[in-house]
């Protein structure tokens, strides 16, 4: 991984990022450069800058972490939006049925594509090429299901300010290992915050915050040992749907970091399971702008997911 740090002087003072970078030496060209920008590897004074046209400011602190190898693959791993991914376009409000691999947002491995960036591309092939993308909310890597996004300050805000105070409805798919004996229940506990070292969450009693979700076991297979549970997060914690599950002992099938062990099943079913985990964001209900009416959307299951469901005998109508 190659990192460099630069503090902008006065003389460079109001120069467009990108241009700020080609001058100070670096081995890349202007248009690599652009790349690692949309890519998410440069930060001015520690935040994230996604816009290579952004002015830089005496004083600034900027830092670029690329990997050239990585920069390489990019192209191989791009990732397109289809229409049929598109749920919602309305009110500077876009709803995205994102794929399970897709990052929401950009990571430190530049060769990795992610939403804010496919739907910026998807935006410049509709003859939006300088359109803003804002993430509203996310989704973790292997979770599939409705993400909302906005194109302007305002329309993010409105949103934001609708999961800030709890109005809008989140409803998740998860296949699990083993059955509850309880038709319903609750979890509520604080969560800390994600390890930086494992990438993991736990369940603590001081320090961390207050999360919540309620829990609906539509269908299960004894045979099996598997459940469809229907969850509602009240709270939007990293990773909690998935902490409050394994803290019950029903661990979401195929979750790497959650499920201690590799429950036994038939190898149709194993193999289903090994791509991502079988966690999916199904249904969501908020107001896309003032003075309009609440939104219910669905965003229809990943093909890994349909086909466990049908082959562990459940029913797809829910």
Known sequence: MNVHRFKVKEDLSGMRLDQFIALQGVELSKRKIREVIDA?????????????????????????????ENLKRIK?????????????????????????GLPTQATRDQSVVHLEAAVKKHLATKGQPNSKVFLVHRLDKETSGVVLLATTAESVTFLTDQFRNRTVNKEYLALCSGIPHEKTFTVECFLSPIDKRTGNVIV??????????????????KALGVSLIRCRPETGRSHQIRVHLASKGFPIVGDKKYQPSKMPMPEALESLAAVHHLLHAFRLTF????????????????????????????????
């Open 204 to 221: 603590v009693r001081a320090g961390g915050k207050p999360s919540k979700t309620f829990f609906e076991v539509i269908q299960t297979n």
């Open 40 to 68: 998410g590897g440069v930060y001015i004074n520690r935040k994230r800058a996604r816009i290579a046209s952004r002015p830089v400011n005496q004083g600034d602190t900027i830092e670029m972490q690329y990997s050239l």
């Open 287 to 318: 107001v896309p702008a003032d003075n309009e009416k609440s939104v219910m959307l669905e965003a229809p299951m990943p093909i890994n997911f349909a086909e466990f469901l049908k082959a562990a005998g459940f029913s797809s109508s829910l």
């Open 76 to 100: 191989q791993r791009d990732h397109e939006i289809q229409p049929s991914d598109i749920l919602f376009d309305r009110h500077h409000v876009i709803a995205i049925n994102k794929p399970p």
